[in-house]
C-alpha cells in the first residue's frame, strides 16, 4: 500500500539553528500538509499546499516556517531559526484530488530544540 | 469554524470486554469525521471514516462508529478489545465547506485507551 514517508525520524537541534524536515507524499496525490504535536497536546494544522503554494495557515505557522516542493516528489518543512517551543512531533500529509478522500499521515519526524 | 471533544483522555478496558470511546463535534457545515489511530512510536492510521454516507460505519480491526446528527457524537466502538488496540485514538473533523478549506483536519484532544490482560 502507497504511503507518506518522512525523514529523519528524529532530530535533536539547538537552539537558533534551521532545521529541514522532509517528506515524500504519496504519488498521485495533490494536497499536502504538515501537522504538529507538541508532547501531551493536540495535533494542530500548520500549513496546506496545492499546486505549488500555500493554500492555508495556521496562525502557528510564522516567518520562521517555510515549505517547498523544490522536485515533484519531495515536501519540505524549514524551520529557519529554532526554539525552544518548536520541539514536537511533526506530522507530513497528503491526499488525492478529490473531495471525500482519505488524508494520509507519515509515521512523523521527532524535533527536539535543545 | 469547528471543533471536536474527545470526552475521556484515558480509557482502561479488560481484554475480550467492549470498548467505547466517546466523541462529540461542532460543525459550520456538513462535516466529514473520521477516527485515527496512533501506536506508540507510529504514525497516523486511518481507522474509519464518515462521509454523509451510511450513518454506522466500520473500520479496521473490528471497530465502528456512528455518526449521531441529534447528539453531534461520533463515538467509537468496539464489541471486544485486544491487547493490540492499546494506543492513542484521535477524532477529527472536516467541515466541507469546500475548496482548499477541505483537509483542514480539525483534531480531539486524544483517548488513550489501555488493554488488560
Known amino acids: 500500500e502507497p504511503e507518506v514517508t518522512q525523514t529523519p525520524s528524529h532530530q535533536v537541534t539547538q537552539m537558533g539553528q534551521e532545521v529541514i524536515l522532509r517528506c515524500v507524499p504519496i504519488?498521485?496525490?495533490?494536497?499536502f500538509y504538515w501537522y504538529r504535536q507538541i508532547l501531551g497536546q493536540k495535533v494542530e494544522f500548520l500549513v496546506s499546499?496545492?499546486?505549488?503554494?500555500?493554500?492555508?495557515k495556521s496562525e502557528i505557522f510564522d516567518d520562521q516556517f517555510s515549505v517547498e516542493r523544490p522536485d515533484g516528489s519531495n515536501f519540505t518543512l524549514k524551520i529557519r531559526s529554532t526554539k525552544l517551543e518548536d520541539s514536537a512531533m511533526y506530522f507530513c500529509a497528503s491526499r488525492s484530488g478529490n473531495s471525500g478522500n482519505t488524508i494520509y499521515f507519515g509515521e512523523g519526524s521527532w524535533l527536539t530544540v535543545v | 469554524a469547528q471543533s471536536v471533544t474527545q470526552l475521556d483522555s484515558h480509557v482502561s478496558v479488560s481484554e475480550g470486554t467492549p470498548v467505547l470511546l466517546r466523541c462529540n463535534y461542532s460543525?459550520?457545515?456538513?462535516?466529514?469525521l473520521f477516527w485515527y489511530v496512533q501506536h506508540p512510536n507510529k504514525g497516523l492510521q486511518l481507522l474509519l471514516k464518515y462521509t454523509s454516507a451510511a450513518t454506522l460505519v466500520k473500520g479496521i480491526n473490528g471497530f465502528e462508529a456512528e455518526f449521531k446528527k441529534s447528539e453531534t457524537s461520533f463515538h467509537l466502538t468496539k464489541p471486544s478489545a485486544h491487547m493490540s488496540d492499546a494506543a492513542e485514538y484521535f477524532c477529527?473533523?472536516?467541515?466541507?465547506?469546500?475548496?482548499?478549506?477541505?483537509?483542514?483536519?480539525?483534531f480531539g484532544q486524544g483517548t488513550i485507551l489501555t488493554v488488560h490482560p
Open positions: 460543525s459550520s457545515y456538513s462535516p466529514s
Open positions: 504519488s498521485n496525490h495533490l494536497y
Open positions: 477529527v473533523v472536516i467541515s466541507n465547506a469546500g475548496g482548499t478549506s477541505y483537509g483542514k483536519l480539525t
Open positions: 499546499f496545492y499546486n505549488n503554494e500555500i493554500s492555508e
